[in-house]
């Protein structure tokens, strides 16, 4: 089953130490199981663009969808048995520690 594991930051969370970060040691451990699909980083929500259509008319804003303090940094798509390995995995990345991670099911359509 597919997950996507949304990385999010915390402004709440532990202050972020770069020496504990073990990015690289997390992308292969899930490449060795067979388990990635994809992901990457996202530019900052300075960077972001929201589209809404209301009444036929499109209205494009600046900035993300939600006015938070927390907002995506990036983004995985794994392929995985349920939803515990989904957690196990989620776990073990960096941001676990220093921000949170949404584990969300891909719901595909029919």
Do not use: Q
Not at 12 to 34: C, F, H, K, M, Q
Request: glycine share 6%; proline share 7%.
């Amino acid at each position: 089953m597919e997950y996507l594991l949304f990385i999010v930051s915390d402004p709440a969370a532990p202050t972020y130490i770069p020496e504990e970060d073990n990015i690289e040691e997390w992308v292969a451990d899930l490449e060795s199981r067979g388990v990635a699909r994809g992901g990457n980083r996202l530019r900052p929500v300075s960077d972001a663009t929201t589209v809404t259509v209301r009444d036929g008319k499109t209205i494009v804003t600046d900035g993300p969808f939600t006015e938070a303090k927390e907002w995506i940094a990036g983004f995985d798509l794994i392929d995985v048995e349920n939803l515990d390995e989904a957690i196990e995995i989620a776990a073990k990345h960096p941001m676990a520690r220093f921000g949170r991670v949404e584990v969300r099911p891909v719901w595909p359509f029919e």
